[in-house]
């Protein structure tokens, strides 16, 4: 490879243990990946309970563990829409199903293709005009454009070449999707490499077994070195790649993140669509390309430095020929028309000034404080003296974002569906067929979905009966008892709710006072999914998310309470208003994700605080209700994660109302407009709290 110096060996074990310290160590990197399976298999699980037949997969580096904080790593979504099927030829032709067919010639570019439209009564080609988002080519084939992606585009999100994304904001990840279609079988341009023999054994025999078990795909992009990009599909890898990535050693996962980092502190330039010229998946790809090359002996963290330079090396001799070749489709290069000689010259005059790459170049790197950080373990300079996260902090940001993310994923379920009694009892079965025949991790999701559908569903029974004879049966309560255990409250407050609707005060007490002693405020992190906002990170919520796995949901996480219209009957009236939030005019302020505005949907402990309020004035326990509205007050104040602070100020209002305190009230729904002007039930509350001050 290189001459090796002596001091090599030092630097990198230093520098291995600094990516210890920021979270690029074996225990991390397989949190990061279980988490990131776990959430992909509750999406496939949430979307079949509604009779969906998509599949989602998250890809990229943070399900790969191939991150750290400070990358700020973009979220990649995966979207497989399996109502196209894209087929080789037409022996594969099904009936029944949407198929496509796949055209690959002397004039597609390697890795892309063009697809034609077919009949789905016949294997005959389709021959007419069929819209704008298909053309008909010299030959008369309707082909269809990528540009058709364009449909499912969401409102906030913009198309960047395959996917559509949308922007990091405060607090908040980037995210990128990307709409795929399956094939029918592997194309034959990528079965080359599933029978290649490897001269290093890399990848090995197992490893291409299974890639060759995952589904090849096309996602909507042309090549930019062609003249018909609108019309052309890339071939993406993406699940046998994944599979190369999970089989890397800690060595190799941390030269593709340190690759990361130099691409982001010294070479990267941005094009006009603030791309960056040279992808974190070339550098993946030259990375699979050295360790194809080079004996597994090599990669170890006694010579990462070494191997660091052998792949950006590497990478500097692919840009030197502007050929990058696909580790599976190698004829793809993926600098192809990539960039113009100018600003080719300028990253080789950046890359020349890294090669060697060596401790001066690292001390300049910020990311993660990476070059103090090595610094200090070089014993340069005194760590006193700099304030950086200690290992320990590095890990509970990790953890803690890891199981929020769980819990967004979980409270999913909920959010799709119509909240109707037959969808909550298709998606119940559902998860019950899945945990019958599914494998471990397909139980453990199964696990964490079920408690909030049985408890919706106990919560919709009881609206029913609520409305017949004004009791909870008994079936009702055996489906909400089955959810309890959903989070440390939701779940709970619902059963309260419901006790105090029927005027069984005494029971409502018991379960909001056995809540509030759950309900950890210092520890217990307030989780919605009805949009995105900004959420400060809790000291105690970090630390024991570190020390437990998924289980800790039940302990340290609220969920918010969420009634839809079909459980109206199990809320008190105050909060019903917002379920009626939205004037004709309000609606067209309304975002595609907004249908939660149609649901009474409040944070876990303004809920409680609000009911021990309503539930000791039926019990005429006024200092007990006084002491629980001041407690409300105080939350609504205080607690930086509310994400649903104007409900909590309606209800505020009212209870000030009831303690005929107009001018309070009136102060309360003022600042719930100020948080959310439009669909917001504080003007409804404003207009009736006026009129009753006037009468």
């Known amino acids: 490879m290189f001459h090796t110096p002596d001091y090599y060996h030092n630097i990198s074990m230093r520098l291995s243990e600094v990516l210890d310290d920021i979270g690029v160590n074996e225990n991390i990197v397989m949190k990061r990946r279980r988490t990131a399976l776990l959430g992909e298999t509750m999406d496939i699980i949430s979307y079949r309970a509604i009779g969906e037949q998509g599949t989602v997969y998250n890809l990229g580096s943070q399900s790969e563990g191939t991150t750290t904080v400070g990358l700020q790593s973009d979220t990649d979504i995966f979207v497989c829409a399996n109502d196209l099927i894209v087929i080789q030829d037409w022996s594969e032709w099904t009936p029944g199903e949407h198929n496509i067919l796949m055209i690959q010639n002397e004039k597609t570019p390697p890795g892309y293709c063009l697809l034609q439209v077919l009949r789905d009564d016949a294997p005959l080609p389709i021959t007419d005009e069929v819209g704008n988002d298909f053309v008909n080519d010299t030959q008369g084939r309707t082909l269809i454009k990528n540009t058709i992606i364009d449909i499912a585009l969401q409102e906030g999100r913009r198309r960047q070449g395959p996917s559509h994304a949308s922007a990091a904001q405060q607090g908040l ?24 023999q490897e001269t290093n054994k890399w990848p090995t025999a197992e490893m291409k077994r299974y890639a060759k078990s995952t589904k090849c795909y096309v996602v909507g992009v042309g090549s930019t070195a062609s003249e018909n990009v609108a019309f052309e599909w890339r071939l993406s890898t993406s699940l046998a790649e994944r599979c190369l990535m999970f089989n890397l050693n800690i060595t190799q996962i941390k030269c593709y993140v340190l690759m990361k980092m130099i691409l982001k502190s010294y070479i990267n330039v941005e094009n006009v669509d603030n791309e960056s010229y040279i992808s974190s998946f070339m550098c993946k790809t030259v990375l699979f390309h050295c360790i194809a090359s080079k004996p597994s002996c090599v990669w170890k963290e006694c010579n990462i430095l070494n191997c660091l330079n052998y792949c950006l090396f590497t990478l500097n001799n692919c840009l030197l020929n502007e050929h990058c070749p696909h580790f599976i489709v190698h004829e793809n290069n993926l600098m192809a028309g990539k960039f113009s000689a100018e600003v080719k010259q300028q990253l080789l005059e950046r890359m020349s000034t890294l090669i060697p790459f060596d401790d001066i170049s690292l001390f300049g790197i910020q990311i993660d404080n990476l070059g103090e950080r090595l610094q200090i373990k070089l014993n340069m300079i005194n760590e006193v003296h700099h304030d950086i996260p200690q290992p320990d902090e590095c890990t509970m940001d990790v953890t803690s974002n890891l199981l929020e993310y769980t819990a967004t994923t979980v409270l999913y379920i909920e959010k799709i569906g119509d909240g109707s009694l037959e969808t909550l009892l298709q998606k119940v079965i559902q998860l019950k067929r899945y945990y019958r025949t599914g494998d471990m991790l397909e139980k453990t999701a199964c696990k964490l979905l079920a408690p909030l559908l049985c408890t919706s569903t106990g919560s919709l029974i009881a609206s029913q009966n609520i409305q017949i004879n004004n009791t909870v049966s008994p079936q009702a309560l055996t489906w909400i008892e089955a959810g309890l255990d959903s989070d440390v409250a939701s779940s709970r407050l619902k059963l309260a709710s419901i006790m105090y609707c029927v005027g069984n005060a005494e029971i409502a007490a018991l379960i909001l006072s056995h809540i509030e002693e759950q309900y950890k405020i210092e520890v217990t992190e307030p989780k919605c999914n009805c949009y995105a906002f900004y959420k400060y990170a809790k000291r105690g919520f970090g630390q024991l998310s570190r020390q437990y796995g998924v289980e800790a949901l039940k302990y340290i996480v609220a969920f918010c309470v969420k009634f839809f219209t079909s459980e109206i009957n199990c809320v008190p009236h105050e909060l019903q208003y917002e379920m009626f939030r939205s004037t004709q005019e309000d609606l067209l302020h309304r975002g595609e994700d907004d249908d939660w505005m149609d649901c009474a949907v409040v944070d876990s402990l303004p809920y409680l605080y609000f009911l021990q309020y309503k539930t000791y004035s039926f019990l005429q326990r006024p200092e007990e209700q006084q002491q629980a509205l001041n407690k409300l007050g ?62």
């Open 173 to 196: 990840l980037a995210s990128d999707i990307v709409l795929a279609h399956p094939c029918k079988s592997w194309p034959q341009s990528s079965r080359a490499w599933l029978h290649q």
């Open 634 to 695: 105080l939350v609504i104040r205080t607690e930086l994660n509310l994400a649903h602070r104007e409900t909590a100020l309606n209800l505020l209002g009212q209870c000030m109302e009831q303690e005929n305190r107009p001018v309070d009230a009136l102060q309360c729904y003022t600042s719930s407009l100020h948080l959310r002007e439009r669909n917001n039930a504080a003007r409804f509350h404003i207009c009736r709290c006026l009129a009753n001050t006037i009468s």
